[in-house]
């Protein structure tokens, strides 16, 4: 009998289980929409963060996706009178005088050294920046020192290469007078000369841009377990250690996804920066498509052909973005997509 009995126990038991009870979430008893709800519902349930983001989707509209129109310049010979969509169609003609002209060999190279330094021999220096605060434990030091790297972002490029002129001016610079002091010749004109141009650049971004980009690693830094490095400690790794072996690896979805942005930027030198320190003696360096597509469009008023080298730029940064991501995805696993 007893074991009749827990034979049918177990049957009962076997039921109940076979048929799980149905409960509604949490969501759905709180009223809110479930994962699967429909855009609609969203929309109602959350129209506040909506109306917030607004804004923000009308400027990239506006700014950035709106203008896109105006690529067609790049096939047509623009005419005032007859405007955009009036002009007549040439194809890709401005494309073959580009690569035929004799300047688009100089003008490319130059293009690629000043993007090559702004994109790849700059990236690290944000990196380590960020791990050197990092180790920092007096808090307000800390924040003295991340405030103190990050103004100068703030600093328009004409400031800056008006306080370059000034540093590098011959013989009443700063850096002059130094060299004249230690017995040298203090009469050297920086910005004449061409030998100084990549390295006057090089220092200039850096310093305007290197504590702006460690915000985001220090960001990404914050956020890496901290029982990782008590681990590490427990083992008796010192502070090199626990960076290259838990901070890096940690910060390598940040390092890989950055990289990949920054690279289809490659061929974009930036204009104000490489138009402010051009000279009659570093011209032959510093000339580059985007000082071209501004000499060629609004001074020359070459519409269309100007289009055309910016069209060119956008398309190989895409090409650029787009293998990267792939090489870093298939290397690394870390992609924008």
Same mark, same amino acid.
């Given at each position: 009998r007893d074991d009749v009995e827990s034979r049918g126990l177990g049957d009962v038991y076997k039921r109940q289980v076979k048929k799980p009870v149905k409960t509604k979430s949490l969501a759905s008893r709180k009223g809110k929409p479930s994962g699967n709800a429909s855009i609609g519902v969203r929309l109602m349930r959350y129209w506040p963060l909506y109306v917030m983001l607004?804004?923000? !989707?009308?400027?990239? /509209? $506006?700014?950035?996706?709106?203008?896109?129109?105006? +690529?067609?310049?790049?096939?047509?010979?623009?005419?005032?009178?007859?405007?955009?969509?009036?002009?007549?169609?040439?194809?890709?003609?401005?494309?073959?005088?580009?690569f035929k002209s004799y300047d688009a060999g100089r003008l490319i190279r130059n293009t690629l050294a000043i993007g090559i330094i702004k994109c790849i021999l700059e990236f690290p220096f944000a990196i380590i920046l960020a791990l050197l605060l990092n180790e920092l434990r007096n808090m307000k030091f800390k924040k003295i020192s991340q405030t103190i790297t990050y103004l100068p972002h703030f600093l328009s490029s004409v400031i800056i290469v008006t306080m370059l002129q000034k540093i590098?001016? @011959?013989?009443?610079?700063?850096?002059n007078q130094a060299i004249a002091a230690l017995g040298g010749d203090g009469s050297t004109f920086f910005l004449m000369d061409a030998k100084y141009f990549y390295r006057i650049l090089f220092s200039m971004d850096l310093w305007k841009n290197i504590g702006w980009d460690s915000i985001m690693y220090l960001a990404a830094i914050s956020s890496?377990?901290?029982?990782?490095?008590?681990?590490?400690?427990?083992?008796?790794?010192?502070? $090199?250690?626990?960076?290259?072996?838990?901070?890096?690896?940690?910060?390598?979805?940040? !390092?890989?996804?950055?990289?990949?942005?920054? !690279?289809?930027?490659?061929? +974009?030198?930036?204009?104000?920066?490489?138009?402010?320190?051009?000279? @009659?003696?570093?011209? +032959?360096? /510093?000339?580059?498509?985007?000082?071209?597509?501004?000499?060629?469009?609004?001074?020359?008023?070459?519409?269309?052909?100007?289009?055309?080298?910016?069209?060119?730029?956008?398309?190989?940064?895409?090409?650029?973005?787009? /293998?990267?991501?792939? !090489?870093?995805?298939?290397?690394?696993?870390v992609s924008l997509w």
């Open positions: 607004l804004p923000c !989707i009308v400027y990239y /509209a $506006l700014i950035c996706y709106v203008p896109m129109a105006g +690529s067609v310049l790049a096939f047509k010979d623009y005419s005032f009178k007859k405007g955009i969509w009036g002009s007549p169609w040439v194809g890709f003609d401005y494309f073959k005088t580009f590098l001016a @011959p013989n009443t610079g700063i850096l890496v377990d901290p029982t990782l490095y008590e681990a590490a400690e427990m083992d008796g790794c010192g502070k $090199l250690k626990k960076m290259w072996h838990i901070t890096l690896p940690g910060i390598r979805g940040t !390092i890989g996804i950055l990289f990949i942005m920054g !690279i289809g930027g490659l061929l +974009s030198s930036g204009v104000d920066q490489v138009w402010l320190l051009r000279t @009659p003696g570093n011209m +032959s360096i /510093a000339d580059t498509l985007d000082i071209y597509v501004l000499r060629v469009g609004l001074q020359g008023g070459q519409f269309g052909y100007a289009t055309a080298i910016g069209l060119i730029q956008g398309l190989v940064g895409l090409v650029l973005v787009v /293998a990267c991501n792939k !090489i870093c995805k298939k290397m690394t696993e």
